[in-house]
Structures are given as C-alpha cells and as structure tokens.
T-cell receptor, first 114, second 110 residues
C-alpha cells in the first residue's frame, strides 16, 4: 500500500515570496491533515479536512496561509507572502475517517525562508 | 486543550541497553500514537495504543488510560533507534487532531 506522498521535499524562498505544497493521501482515506513542525518542537495541526470540507482551521494563519482539497483526494497548502517564522517542516497526514483511526504521515516538506 | 508531557527530554544509551519513555496526558483520550522521527524527519508509526499493551519486536508500549499515562519500552537498543520519539493524543469530539508532546531525543551510541 502506498503511503502519503508530498512534494516538494525541500524549498528555499525569500521572505514575501509565495510557495505551495502538495499532498496525496493514502487511497481511501477521507481525512487529511496539514501539520507544521518548527525545529525542536512537536507537530502542530494547521488544518483538517474531512473529504473536501474543512473541519478545523483554527490554527491556520488565514491572512497568509490557505489550503484546499477540491475533489476530496489530494490537497495543496499555500503561503503568500512567506515570513521568516514560516521556516518549518510541513507534514501531511491522512486517516480513514474517524478520530480513533491511526494517522499516517508523509515525509514532509522542509521550507526555509530567507 | 489537552496537555501532553514526555520524559525524559533527552536520553543517551549504549547499544544493547534498555529504556523506558513516558508520556503523561491531562484528559481522557480516544487516540494515542507513538511515533519515531528519524534523522530525515519522517514520522514513523510505532503504535496506536489508546489503552492496553502491544508489542512489536524489541518495542512494546503500555497505556493506562485511567491514570493518563503511556510508556514506550525499547529493549536491546540499536544505533538505528536514534531519533526523536513522540507521543500524540486526541481527546475526542469532531476534531481529530493529534496533540503532540515535545518528544524524547534518543541517542544510541555504538
């Protein structure tokens, strides 16, 4: 079974530029998550989708971050404009459908903002 | 929200030694997972264990839900066990997000 796929794996941009990350979850997984992991910390949820609807985006900085999952499968996370403090690893995860299901994580995208 | 505390924050072992990592949480949970984050940043699922005991090779885990803690045991450690171990929990409701602890950094020396 293929795991969660993410691209790109690494991205370096200058502040005020824009960037987009892509995630393809495990086939059949209805729930998709984007987490942000700052160096030295545990991952923190940015947004959770159930199929193509947003369940929780309370910790998403909506003035600069946006995410979509139009067809209920793959998803994109965008930052525009980027700030220095956005330097982090962005992790995508997926699970079948409910809170008690195991979440599986992709390899992450490491973003460096200069 | 739910609080997750992991201990110890750092642990250094010689190859072959055993270790116990602890995760305390502040509320009842319906999802608890242990992860190993390798040096390349990949989060690898070790256990899904909101209650009870599980074993997988040299690793085992126990969660005592009534007392709000979980333990991860690593026996006969190997250098490839090095990395950060995270405990993550979900306390229910419509939000399935996992709340992560700060992790335990394990270094296994040859």
């Amino acid at each position: 079974e293929a795991g969660v796929a993410q691209s790109p794996r690494y991205k370096i941009i200058e502040k005020r530029q824009s960037v987009a990350f892509w995630c393809n979850p495990i086939s059949g997984h209805a729930t998709l998550y984007w987490y942000q992991q700052i160096l030295g910390q545990g991952p923190k949820l940015l947004i959770q989708f159930q199929n193509n609807g947003v369940v929780d985006d309370s910790q998403l900085p909506k003035d600069r971050f946006s995410a979509e999952r139009l067809k209920g499968v793959d998803s994109t996370l965008k930052i525009q404009p980027a700030k220095l403090e956005d330097s982090a690893v962005y992790l995508c995860a997926s699970s079948l459908s409910v809170a008690t299901d195991t979440q599986y994580f992709g390899p992450g995208t490491r973003l460096t903002v200069l | 929200g739910i609080q997750v505390e992991q201990s110890p924050p750092d642990l250094i072992l010689q190859e072959g030694a055993n270790s116990t990592l602890r995760c305390n949480f502040s509320d009842s949970v319906n999802n608890l997972q242990w992860f190993h984050q390798n040096p390349w940043g990949q989060l690898i699922n070790l256990f899904y264990i909101p209650s009870g005991t599980k074993q997988n090779g040299r690793l085992s885990a126990t969660t005592v839900a009534t007392e709000r803690y979980s333990l991860l045991y690593i026996s006969s450690s190997q250098t490839t066990d090095s990395g950060v171990y995270f405990c993550a929990v979900n306390s229910g409701g419509s939000n399935y997000k996992l709340t992560f602890g700060k992790g335990t950094l394990l270094t296994v020396n040859p």
